[in-house]
T-cell receptor, first 111, second 113 residues
């Protein structure tokens, strides 16, 4: 069966520090992968998606970037965090035509 | 511009009764709709979906209804259980758009014992 992992589960970082969040998927190959953010009191906002290694599409101009160095690995990064980057970050993958399945998420607090 | 709207931020129902969660959309290109359930500090869990070629899809206690002319869908939970208490997100996608999902802001459902 397929499993999606995210780490760390929680992170507290000062403003201006770098960020690296990792997502990995097991039990499948060449999945479509997605990064979402849920800010306080808001819905899920799509940040990036990837259809293959090295292929990244950005949905929202921002302080973040994404990379896909391996087939089942998706990384979300920032060189300098802002207070507004705080939120709950979710990685998802798509096995079929429409449904996406989410990882457990990372709670990021920028202080 | 919010293309998927969940206008009611919260809903409270008695255990055993029906919960009806509503969702509206504005993009006529959306042809697939999904509902997700989310507990605090966890990732959303896929619940049920419906294609635009149907007007109803049922899975156990969960039924989703789609009214394309009104650009409206609803999730019915019958009977409601305390474990159903969570945030419910409506999402929509457009075939061919790399299956990107557009989410609403969510509805917090509270089921009272």
């Amino acid at each position: 069966s397929q499993t999606i992992h995210q780490w760390p589960a929680t992170l507290v970082q000062p403003v201006g520090s770098p960020l690296s969040l990792e997502c990995t998927v097991e039990g499948t190959s060449n999945p479509n992968l997605y990064w979402y953010r849920q800010a306080a009191g808001r819905g899920l906002q799509l940040l990036f998606y990837s259809v293959g290694i090295g292929q990244i599409s950005s949905e929202v101009p921002q302080n973040l970037s994404a990379s896909r160095p391996q087939d089942r690995q998706f990384i979300l990064s920032s060189k300098k965090l802002l207070l507004s980057d705080s939120g709950f970050y979710l990685c998802a993958w798509r096995p079929g035509r429409h449904e996406q399945y989410f990882g457990p998420g990372t709670r990021l607090t920028v202080t | 511009d919010q293309q998927v709207k969940q206008n009611s931020p919260s809903l409270s129902v008695q255990e055993g009764r029906i919960s009806i969660l509503n969702c509206d959309y504005t993009n006529s290109m959306f042809d697939y709709f999904l509902w997700y359930k989310k507990y605090p500090a966890e990732g959303p869990t896929f619940l049920i979906s419906i294609s635009s070629i149907k007007d109803k899809n049922e899975d156990g206690r969960f039924t989703v209804f789609l009214n394309k002319s009104a650009k409206h869908l609803s999730l019915h939970i019958v009977p409601s259980q305390p474990g159903d208490s969570a945030v419910y997100f409506c999402a929509a996608s457009e075939t061919g758009a790399n299956s990107k999902l557009t989410f609403g802001k969510g509805i917090t459902l509270s089921v009272r014992p």
